[in-house]
């Protein structure tokens, strides 16, 4: 039975994150108020107790994370937030939620959907703070890797192995016209009328080859006049004439910061369209709060309007 006990604590958890994350014992002792020497013997006993080597100790330029201390990262800081949420239930015990959420988005998809998911969702639990992220694919699916996410709001475009995607919404491509142009009386249009267009590409990983191999239907891709990776920036760009670009998500206004206009237009083409969810790590068991966050999300991206 001695076998079986626990033979690390909380506090070194704590330390080992910090640590990780500064990749320095003194920027991490400096953070948790602490001497030096007290996390560093702390660390060292955290790793007689796994048996593994969590840390290369740098003299000259800090520390970097062994595989195993890469490994057991994101169930260290799992586990210290289902220790966080066991200490708030008990000392909330009429059953009110409360704690914190690491919410991460797709940088495209954070400025229409993650800010009225947030407001409605602390409208009813107001004990509920958030820590969000907006980035790029790949970032967002590392975060859930390594524990520092709990939930992603993002597209099935390139899911990992370990990640769990719930399919939500499937959301078409349009394309978007300057208010003036040529095709902005047509009802729909073609992706061969666009191919001698000027594009302006939104310029994010997986986004641009996803926008580009839809031409492959017409047997060649466009090449981009202007390209970007701020969604408003390309909206920008087509509203004041300098091309048509193509979105996913569906927009409640057709101006832009700037005051100009542009106009959406939907494909004659059968295009691919691709999938709005929700992705989680498929090997950290979600706490309560996330799984009641993750509820709610399910319910207000299913019932999005999408013309």
């Given amino acids: 039975m001695d076998g079986n006990m626990v033979r690390y604590s909380l506090r070194q958890l704590r330390y080992f994150v910090v640590a ?11 953070r948790l108020h602490i001497s030096q020497p007290s996390i560093s013997t702390a660390l060292a006993d955290l790793e007689a107790s796994f048996g593994v080597q969590l840390f290369i100790r740098h003299h000259a330029s800090g520390l970097s994370l062994t595989q195993p201390g890469r490994d057991l990262l994101g169930h260290a800081r799992n586990l210290l937030k289902n220790a966080e949420e066991l200490q708030l239930t008990a000392k909330e015990m009429d059953g009110g939620m409360s704690g914190s959420i690491s919410l991460g988005c797709l940088v495209s998809l954070a400025p229409p959907l993650m800010p009225g998911i947030i407001s409605r969702f602390v409208q009813e639990h107001s004990a509920i703070s958030f820590r969000t992220t907006e980035a790029h694919q790949d970032t967002l699916l590392s975060g859930l890797h390594d524990g520092s996410l709990d ?8 899911i990992a192995d370990g990640i769990a995607f719930t399919p939500l919404l499937s959301l078409p491509p349009y394309v978007i016209l300057p208010r003036t142009h040529r095709l902005a009386r047509a009802r729909k249009v073609s992706l061969a009328d666009l191919l001698h267009e000027p594009y302006v590409m939104l310029d994010l ?18 090449t981009a006049a202007f390209r970007s990776s701020q969604p408003e920036v390309v909206r920008g760009m087509v509203a004041n004439g300098l ?14 910061v700037d005051g100009e206009d542009f106009v959406t237009k939907r494909f004659k083409e059968n295009v691919n369209a691709t999938t709005l969810g929700i992705a989680r790590s498929s090997s950290m068991k979600p706490r309560e709060i996330v799984k009641r966050f993750s509820a709610f999300c399910e319910t207000y991206i299913r019932r999005l309007h999408i013309e």
Wanted: hydrophobic content about 40%; overall charge positive.
């Fill in 20 to 30: 990780a994350e500064a990749l320095s014992f003194t920027a991490a002792a400096k």
């Fill in 205 to 222: 990983p997986h986004s641009r080859e996803y926008f580009s191999a839809l031409f492959d239907a017409v047997g060649s891709r466009p």
């Fill in 151 to 158: 939930i992603v709001l993002t597209y099935s475009l390139d």
């Fill in 243 to 256: 091309g048509y670009s193509i979105l996913n998500f569906p927009l409640k206004s057709n101006r832009t």
